[in-house]
């Protein structure tokens, strides 16, 4: 019968230096790879916030926009009182008093893109608000019923009258020189 002994020396030290490389040649691809993932997780979800607020933006003013002229008591509210690239004031009489004045703030409103600052502001009579923030470009554009552009801004008041159709392009920056364009045009009752 034969005695076996084990052999207990253990590792030597350039084995032990070979398996600590591979470990933290492995931990760095490992660490490389979650690094980069949250990064990408991170700009993906700043985007789809920076849209989602665009979304919104679009909403809120093309609601506004259909409400403008709007006058349950017929006393002839004016829908588009100021009409420029990028500034557009509208009224409307959404409480039925025959006044845009009284007590409901949202009854006239105004929109202004402050290119310094890079906002869209909208303007009630409780003050001023930014509705959106890293805006570089906004236009607004105005079409007559034809759909033919109406270029001479500000429009005059004759010209305001005629407006059916304003077409709002926004170029929002979204960081590290990347940017998203959302456009639409929105009917109004003006008239």
């Not at 349950?72 to 009224?91: F, I, M, N, T």
């Not at 003050?127 to 890293?134: A, E, K, P, Y």
């Amino acid at each position: 019968m034969t005695i076996r002994f084990l052999d207990r020396r253990g590792m030597t030290m350039v084995e032990l230096l070979i398996a600590l490389t591979i470990f933290a040649f492995l931990s760095a691809v490992v660490m490389g790879f979650l690094t980069g993932s949250r990064r990408t997780y991170d700009d993906t979800s700043d985007r789809a916030a920076y849209q989602q607020s665009l979304r919104a933006v679009f909403s809120l003013m093309a609601r506004e926009l259909r409400s403008a002229g709007c006058d349950p008591s017929e006393v002839g509210v004016d829908g588009l009182v100021g009409a420029d690239d990028e500034v557009l004031r509208c009224r409307m009489d959404l409480d039925g008093d025959g006044s845009t004045l009284g007590t409901n703030p949202d009854e006239d409103i105004r929109y202004t893109y402050n290119v310094g600052n890079e906002e869209l502001l909208r303007t009630t009579a409780t003050g001023n608000v930014v509705i959106l923030r890293n805006v570089e470009d906004l236009q607004f554009r105005y079409f007559d019923e034809e759909g033919t552009p109406l270029l001479a801004t500000p429009l005059s008041a004759g010209d305001r009258d005629l407006v059916r159709f304003v077409e709002i392009d926004i170029t929002g920056d979204l960081g590290d020189g990347e940017t998203v364009n959302y456009s639409t045009r929105v009917h109004i009752r003006n008239g």
